[in-house]
């Protein structure tokens, strides 16, 4: 085999600078597999050999767990973007053109002396942390980021909490949705219709599951699922048109 197809020796240390992050690329259909220290390698053969694709400029998630959303393609441009978990030190979302060859900063770190990336939000800051970045389905350009800060400090107090954005343009600009109420724990989701949120109120049970047309309007319940005792394994949500998971 090529020095380029050799398999990925994934590292075994604990170190926050080397998980494994995974995906799924549908334009190309390929399975997707990036490593901070080794960069990002694609597979078309179900992961029977690997290939590094990116030039040296990709940035995975920092953390200690494997993570499969912070590999992201937008479905309608085929663009590859990486959602780092970097809490404030590095931009805040990287983009590809070419499939995952030459990576850039898109969003900035709002910290002091920071550098690189681009500021699309006008008039408030993003929060310093990228969970989850949604394309809707049918709708091209449509997207929604997921954001968080959850540690206080001098230069953090402005962007504690979670934050919804929305994107009409393929993630050139954002404008900020109203908040979802006291809910914690979110998990975000995208159908044709809807954004839905499952999450707890205030951290305590029942788990609830809320949503908000993409035309606007406010959040409304959907549905909750009572948790027996304190602890809970799973909630399922289904609806008889498909429009929730």
Not at 184 to 202: Q, S
């Amino acid at each position: 085999a090529t020095e380029a197809a050799k398999a990925v020796q994934v590292p075994q240390s604990q170190s926050f600078d080397n998980p494994p992050n995974w995906g799924y690329d549908p334009v190309r259909k390929r399975l997707l597999l990036g490593i901070e220290a080794q960069g990002l390698f694609a597979s078309q053969d179900g992961g029977e050999s690997w290939t590094r694709i990116d030039d040296g400029s990709y940035h995975a998630s920092t953390s200690i767990f494997p993570a499969k959303d912070r590999l992201v393609v937008n479905p309608h441009s085929g663009d590859l973007y990486s959602l780092p978990r970097s809490q404030g030190f590095t931009p805040l979302l990287y983009r590809s053109h070419d499939g995952g060859g030459r990576w850039t900063g898109l969003l900035p770190d709002t910290r002091s002396g920071a550098k690189g990336g681009d500021q699309p939000v006008a008039g408030e800051a993003v929060s310093p942390e990228v969970h989850r970045l949604l394309f809707v389905p049918g709708k091209s350009g449509a997207a929604y980021l997921y954001t968080s800060f959850p540690y206080m400090h001098e230069e953090g107090a402005t962007l504690l909490g979670d934050r919804l954005w929305f994107s009409p343009d393929g993630v050139q600009s954002f404008r900020r949705l109203s908040p979802a109420g006291r809910y914690t724990h979110l998990e975000p989701f995208v159908t044709a219709k809807r954004l839905c949120l499952t999450g707890f109120v205030d951290s305590k049970p029942p788990h609830k599951l809320l949503c908000r047309d993409h035309t606007g309007g406010g959040w409304r319940d959907v549905a909750f699922a009572p948790v027996k005792d304190r602890g809970l394994i799973v909630s399922v949500w289904s609806d008889k048109d498909g429009a929730f998971l």
